[in-house]
């Protein structure tokens, strides 16, 4: 386990930055890549066309949570460098609200995860393959809701268990099904996930009945609380997020899905159809970012974010400038 010093340091960073989320959201600003201004202050384009959207208006959407905020602003930096005017509608609460804002024009583009689309909102059965479960969610919504996907991203940013290393090589813990047989051998074993977790289609009902588990005391935590008390002890087995950054901050381990039943969740920019039709150049704009956000590269970004208060503005324009996206 960690020692309380290292896991009051990393708590630290994870309360400044979510302290300092709070002020990302719904920025009303605007300005072009040349305008001095708002969320474009101090972006030079490099490899990106500045003059892809010159003097278009894009409103530039994502949820609350850390990931979602760096793609945002991952966004803004890039809509800024192609000389679009930009309006930060980033910090949304919750997928449905996110989505909401986009279909009813006020935002423009966001990222969405191709599970969240093909489980919660079109109701249908994951797809186990990623390219599969593309273009599945991509034909069907773009079919029923008018909504056009971009490039997928490569990382999965799926649900997951994890557990402190010692305890791991302690009980011999490597996959989901090895959980399983230590619940159901210690049923006051202690298992913390998020409370919306507890009610989701793919959430913790189902998973328990995929890999049939009986024992385990379930504790509903806020999500950055699951993290530590895990990493702790005060949880022996905690819900997260693959491509979360606290993972490797706190020295997690997390069990393999052997049963493959988490749904993929790559990262897809998407607009309405309207709007690619008017500016095809958004999602253009976006492909050769797209294709480089790993999750190697997403867990050491959202690292900087949740372990290390860095802001997600900041993050985005270090990251875009390293990758030759702006200038340094």
Not at 2 to 13: E, N
Not at 58 to 78: A, I
Not at 90 to 112: C, F, I, P
Request: net charge negative; charged share 25%.
């Amino acid at each position: 386990m960690l020692s309380s010093q290292k896991l009051i340091a990393i708590a630290a960073g994870i309360s400044t930055a979510v302290f300092g989320l709070t002020a990302c959201g719904s920025g009303l600003s605007e300005g072009g890549a040349d305008a001095g201004k708002g969320p474009c202050t101090g972006v030079e384009p490099g490899s990106v066309d500045p003059s892809a959207l010159e003097g278009v208006t894009v409103k530039v959407g994502s949820k609350e949570f850390d990931e979602q905020l760096l793609l945002g602003q991952l966004t803004v930096k890039m809509m800024c460098a192609a000389g679009a005017k930009v309006v930060d509608e980033t910090n949304s609460k919750g997928a449905s609200q996110t989505r909401a804002k986009l279909m009813r024009g006020e935002s423009d583009v966001y990222w969405e995860y191709t599970g969240t689309a093909w489980v919660d909102f079109l109701k249908q059965e994951p797809i186990f393959n990623p390219e599969k479960q593309y273009r599945a969610v991509k034909d069907m919504d773009l079919r029923e809701n008018g909504v056009v996907w971009g490039e997928r991203a490569p990382f999965n940013n799926t649900f997951a268990f994890a557990v402190a290393k010692d305890f791991a090589e302690k009980n011999n813990l490597k996959t989901d099904s090895d959980m399983s047989e230590y619940l159901n051998k210690n049923p006051s074993s202690k298992v913390c996930v998020e409370s919306e977790f507890l009610s989701r289609i793919d959430g913790y009902p189902g998973y328990k009945k995929a890999y049939g588990i009986t024992g385990g005391k379930t504790t509903s935590l806020g999500i950055g609380v699951v993290y530590t008390q895990t990493a702790e002890g005060g949880c022996d087995f905690g819900e997260v997020f693959t491509t979360d950054g606290r993972i490797s901050a706190l020295g997690l381990q997390v069990l393999k899905d052997d049963k493959s039943f988490f749904p993929i969740y790559n990262a897809v920019p998407q607009v309405m159809k309207k709007t690619d039709e008017a500016h095809p150049e958004i999602l253009e704009v976006l492909k050769p970012l797209a294709e480089i956000l790993t999750t190697p590269v997403m867990q050491e970004l959202n690292a900087e974010v949740s372990a290390k208060g860095e802001e997600p503005a900041t993050v985005a324009a270090e990251f875009l400038k390293k990758k030759g996206f702006l200038k340094s």
